[in-house]
Structure formats: C-alpha cells, structure tokens
C-alpha cells in the first residue's frame, strides 16, 4: 500500500513523511558522525534525482529521515520534467515552505512555466508578486482577461510604466490599454523622461519624446541632448522658457554633470542661467551642492564661496565635510573651529567633527580643550578614538564586552529548521543559498534569538554571517567574535612571505570580503582579499581562474602579493598602499600632497574618493585591533609591536608629495 501510494502522489507523501519526522527528530541527527553520513547520501540521491522513478525516489528520501536538506531534494524532483499534472505537488510545497527561500525558486520557476503554457486559471490561482516585471504583467493581463475593471489597475499600471528603463513586451499590452484609455499623460511622460535621463536608460528617451504633444517635444530632446553632453547647456537660448518648471529642471541637472567635466564653463553657464530664469530653493541647493563638492575635490579657488553658498541653503554633511577638508588643507584652524561649533549638533556629534575640534584647538595651544575631548574619544573604539589615543600617548580601548548567551538558547536557534538548512548548505560548499536560508532565519528571531544566532554563527565558523549578524543587531562589543582570526593559517604564512604584518592582511581581508570566501564584487573582484582576474594574470604571469580566486589560499597568496607589489609603488608607506588597494596606485599618486608633506590624519581626510577615504579609516582601526589580537604584550613591554604603535606611527607619519618609480 505505501509503494502504491507513493507512486501516486510521491511528492505530497514525502512531504507529509518530512514533517512527520521533523516533528519527532531523529536523536542522532545532531550526532556529527550520522549527519555525516547522511549527508554523504544526500549528495549521492541528489545525483539520482533526475534518473530515479518517484517510487524509488520516495524510499530514497524516506530513509534520509529528517536531514535538513530533504526539502532541497524534493525541489528538484518537483521541477524536473514540470507539467500541470504537478500542479498538486507543487501546491503542498509551496504551502509548506511559504514565505522560505524554498518556496521563491518553486514558484517562479512554476509560473513562468504557466504563463508560457497559457494556463491562465492555474496561474491566477498560483500567483505572488515576487519582483519579476513579466509576471507582473502576465498577471495583470490576466486579471483583465478575467473580467476585472481597467480602471482599478490604472495606477498600478502607470507605475509599472514610469520607470527610467524599458519594460519587457509581455508588459505592451497593458501599456497600449493605457494610452488607448488617454493615462499617459504628458505629465506621466516627462517624468519617465526625467527617469530615464538621471541615471536610467538614456536611449528610450527619443522614443518617449515622440509621445509628448508637438509643442512638448522640444523638452524631451534637451533632456537628451543634455544627458550626453551637459556641455551644450552654453547654448541657453535653446531653453525657450515655455515650461520654465521643466527647463530649469533639465538645466539644474545638466550643472550637475557639467562641473565635474568643465568647472569654467559651469560656473559661466550658471550665471547667465540664474539672470534668465527663476531656480526653485531646491533646485538652487541641488546645484549649490555639486559645485560645492565638486570644486573642494578639485580645490578650486572658488571652493570655499560655493561650499558657504550650499550651507547657507541646507546642512548637507557631505558638503559640510568638504568644507573642513578644505580648511584642514589649509591648516586653518581657527576657521575650522568657527565650522564645527556654528554647525548642527546633530552633525558636529559625530566622531570626526569631535576630532578635528580636538586637533585644532591642540593647534590654538588651547591643550586643556585639546585633551578634554581627546579623553572622551580615547574611550572609544574606532579610528578618530585611536587617533585620540595616539594624540594622548596611550593604549587604545578596545571596549571589548563578549557577548554571554545560555546554552539552552543557542541550542533553540540552531534547532529552527531554517538555520539547520542554512548550515548544512554552508557545509557543502552552497554558501548563496545558505544566506538566503540564514536571512530567512533572522527574520523570524526575536533580539535576544538574533544575538543568539550571531555566536552560532561564529561556533560553525560562519565569520561573514558572525559579522554581519552582529552588526545588524547592532551588538557592537563582541571584538573577538566580530573580528575573528579567521584562515589564521594561509593568511599569516602569505603574509610573512611577502614581508607584509599579518594585521594589515587580516583588516585587508576583513574590510574586503567580512572573510566571505565567495564573495564577488560588482567590479568582478574575488574572494577574501578581492582580487581581480587581471591583477591575478599581472602578479602571476598567467591566467588565473575566478574558481580558484575563490580558494582561500590562492587568495591570500595574491592578496599579500599585491600589497608587496603596491607597497614597492609607494614607498613601503602603508597608509598609501591601502589606498592604492582600493583606488589603484597611480591614482593615489595624484593625490599626494603638491608641494611639501603632510600630516598622515589630515591627507587622509583629504582623499576625493569617499570610499576610499572610508576604506583607509576602517583598515587602519581594523589592524590595531587584530595587532592587539595577534600581539598580547604586556604595557611594560618595550617590543616594537606592541599594540597600539598601529596609530602612534600614523600620527607621527609625513605623507610625502612624490614617491620614488
């Protein structure tokens, strides 16, 4: 009776047998040994999925018991060979793994597996919005096939089309429904427009042009002439002031671009548009704002009367920021004390303002002010505290608190059958799916379960998950388990070969990946010091697979590599090299100072890129604290590395204005 069943709905008894036993969990699946050979099993029925009958595959999974990853077997047999007939099948799972990672793969895969078959019924009764635009409009488009009024799906329509991008054709016939139904006004048209131009896909706009009114469509092609080259706003007498709501909007954009190619020219073309046409207080802040930052950047002999300007209209802290850069560039102290104590507190709070006010009253020989806030910043941890630290000549804080949770506790989370899946999948190698299952698993934790989760993350040497659940708990303390010495081995021997201190790898690897070994940046850099295929095939002579770039020791090995060869570029300078890790050596070198040295703390807050000014920050308080990890000496101790010289030899650091070929 069992094997007869089973044939005939194989899919649904599995399911039900799965719950069962998950239900009564098997005593020894926690037994490492069992769960090793189950595993082992896993791997091998995972094999037979496609080839196995479903009677054979239902005895298969059955004797698996309660393994976590069950369910990712029965995913696979579920959408192999998908026809209609399964449609049963695929209800049961997608009733039982609702809402789980599980459940978005089955789902998408059946719908679209419905829209291309026309199973309209199936497919109305299946679907969830789930991000995907074609099903969207398949959805859509069926509603209104089954009797549903136009006019209650217009704004859900119109939103669908005013995006800055293309749309797929399954979405044309709503798209036609709605200009048929006069819903795409010219209004709706300009504004796609606008999309479209600021930072979406500029090549529609000649096709939205012509669906404006002829007297319109005059906008539509300054919104594109402007978006390919910002410098044809000199010719202003183009604006014909028809729709001066518009125009000044084009325009204000158009500034926006054009100070960063051709600073003369916009500030020419700025006065003669502000003396021809009325600017809203937002778009006059808008462009205010860029050339603010775009001229400190630059250094501009105008900088600092557009930076006034900016503030003059909103607090914008980015703006505030290259003021003081501006003003630390200059060593005006003075200046730089009237900027932060005018400023909102809100911004002046924050640790870099309290810094700087330190340094520049250090500088005014106002030392009782100096230390006062030196002091308060030196019991923190973070670079400006261990700037303070340094300034002060003591040990850095670490603050560090570990975070005590009872056994029972951590044992309730790794029972949830969303980590189980997360740490079987991480075992095996399947570390995107593991973080889906390990997201899913946070959301359904209480604060206490979700600090519970970060320390078993950190026991299964999970480091990226440990670091990242920290950090969104917001349970900051934990220094040991938040700055883990993970791949200790390959990391330190690299190190050490390449001449290179093991802390400066550990907070490379640290900023770059959190020690995700998988990890892939949108620049196509990987693994846990992100290198790059290029850089690979340049430091070794030949071609390197992104695979193995993946591997933590092939990694470390060229990461370190890379960080002797950048610091041959530079100098031995470390603080340079870290830059030139993230920004390219050649380009640091043009930010070097222009005609003498300068302080290593006020260059770095001079650095034009904000990420790497942020990268640099962070790798340097990052590497005193894994030197404090790595060197446990007494304070009595005299070494070299004892921990804290991370900090007392940058404040000591002259950054130089060139650096030898």
Known sequence: MHTHIAYIYPIILIVSILFANVAQADENTNNEAVLAEKRAAFLRIEKQVWNTSDADFADLVVQLGDYPLVPYLIEKKILHGLTTRKAEQVSAFLKEYENTPLERKVLRTWLRYLAKKNRKSLFLESYQYIGDTKLSCRHFRYQLEDGVAIETLYPALKQ????????????????????????????LILARISKAAQGGQHTLIPYLTKLLPSEQQYLGKLWHKVRRDPSSLRRLNAFSEKYPEVETAIISYGLGRLIWRDKSLALRTWKKAEEKFTFSAEHKAHIANRFAISLAIANHEKAEQWLIESESLEQDPEVLRWHLAILLNEQNWSSIINLIEKASPVLTSKNDYRYWLARSYEAMNNGAKAKELYQQLANERHYYGFLASARLGQAVSLQDS??????????????????????????????????LEWRYAQRQLSEQEKLASAVLATEWEWHDQAIFTFSNTGYLDDVNRRFPMAFADVITREAQRYKIDPEWAFAIARRESSFMTDAVSSARAFGLMQVLPSTAKYLEKKRVSERSLMRPEVNAKLGNKYLRYLMDKVDNNTVLATASYNAGWRRVRGWLPENDTMEA??????????ETRNYVKAVLAYKQIYQNKLYQISDSDTSDRKPGSVFADFVQMQIPSSVAD
Do not use: M, Y
């Open 601 to 610: 703390d006020l260059w770095v807050e001079t650095i034009p890129f904000k």
């Open 402 to 435: 570990p975070l005590l949770i009872e056994r029972e506790l951590l044992d309730k989370v790794a029972s949830l059958p969303s980590a189980k899946r997360a740490r079987e999948l991480k075992e095996l190698g399947r570390f995107h799916e593991a973080r």
């Open 160 to 187: 669908l089309w005013n995006v800055g991008k293309s749309q797929p054709k399954d979405c044309d016939p709503l798209f036609k429904l709605l200009k048929d139904n006069n819903q795409i006004t010219p209004e």
